[in-house]
């Protein structure tokens, strides 16, 4: 089948056409960058990194409205650029020195997709059909965020929500770390107040799961088998705060050995997933 995005060359890395595409590792002017305090506004894009990042990016909810990459790569991507909605969307092809100047660095996966922000799902749209939900206090590590996309996507978690201090979601590094499930993996923030707003949740069936080695906890296995479970992790360090913990319908514990108190949220977090399915 012929492709249906239009292939345009582009050999000046000033060439205003990729624009989207340019700085991906400035602090103030990365195209990836959302709305900031005080007026400053960065342009909201989601970036996809690589070719297995592009496949699922067009497969999301996330329409891409240009591709920048090197040859190789739009042959490695021709069997999912005929899909009816890439009519007529730029694919700027580029050698991997000409990319290297628009994005600031040499990027060995050598293609990106760059889309706009879809409308925010809300809590209640992503929790309507769930039956196990990760949930996220103060997670402001955004490769941790990646990992935690991945792991719900690979082990049967349905949405992941969104509570206060976390890093944005929507990050080149978040959805690369992601693999791209960040894109297909739905999930929602909480706008209002936190953590009082659990309470939608537990409105909804969901028996709340803290995760944390603190006093009280019994162990994970013990706190699995609800209907609807939502599992609740927090930064690394910290953890859960004890207001959000006394929200919560159980505090669970993964057994340790050797003195180790805690995992990576990230681990810990997939070891619940796990628990959850097995």
Not at 10 to 25: K, Q
Not at 60 to 75: I, M, N, Y
Not at 83 to 108: C, K, Q, S
Not at 253 to 265: A, E, F, K, Q
Request: include cysteine; glycine fraction near 10%; charged fraction near 25%.
């Amino acid at each position: 089948m012929a492709l249906r995005v239009d292939v345009v060359d582009i050999t000046d890395p000033g060439d205003p056409r990729v624009d989207d595409f340019r700085d991906l590792n400035s602090v103030d002017r990365r195209p990836d960058l959302p709305a900031l305090p005080g007026g400053r506004k960065g342009k909201g894009l989601v970036i996809a990194e690589g070719v297995t990042v592009a496949q699922r990016m067009i497969a999301s909810r996330f329409a891409p409205h240009a591709f920048l990459g090197v040859d190789k790569r739009l042959q490695e991507l021709a069997g999912d650029l005929v899909a009816p909605a890439l009519d007529g969307v730029p694919f700027f092809r580029a050698t991997a020195e000409v990319m290297a100047e628009i994005v600031g660095f040499h990027l060995n996966r050598g293609v990106l997709a760059a889309a706009r922000r879809p409308e925010p799902l809300t809590v209640a749209q992503v929790i309507e059909r769930a039956s196990t939900v990760a949930i996220l206090e103060g997670v402001n590590d955004h490769e941790n965020i990646g990992s935690i996309f991945r792991n719900a996507a690979g082990l049967g978690v349905d949405a992941v929500v969104f509570g206060a201090g976390c890093a944005d979601p929507l990050y080149r590094r978040s959805v690369r770390v992601s693999m791209g499930h960040a894109l297909l993996v739905p999930f929602a923030k909480y706008d209002g107040r936190w953590p009082a707003d659990l309470d939608l949740l537990k409105d909804a069936g969901f028996s709340l799961v803290a995760l944390t080695p603190g006093e009280g906890s019994v162990p994970l296995s013990e706190a699995v088998a609800a209907e609807k479970v939502g599992f609740l992790v927090g930064a690394e360090g910290p953890g859960l705060t004890e207001h959000t913990m006394r929200q919560c319908d159980v505090r669970a514990r993964i057994p340790m050995s050797r003195g180790t108190d805690s995992l990576n949220v990230a681990t810990a977090a997939a070891i619940a997933f796990y628990e959850r399915a097995r």
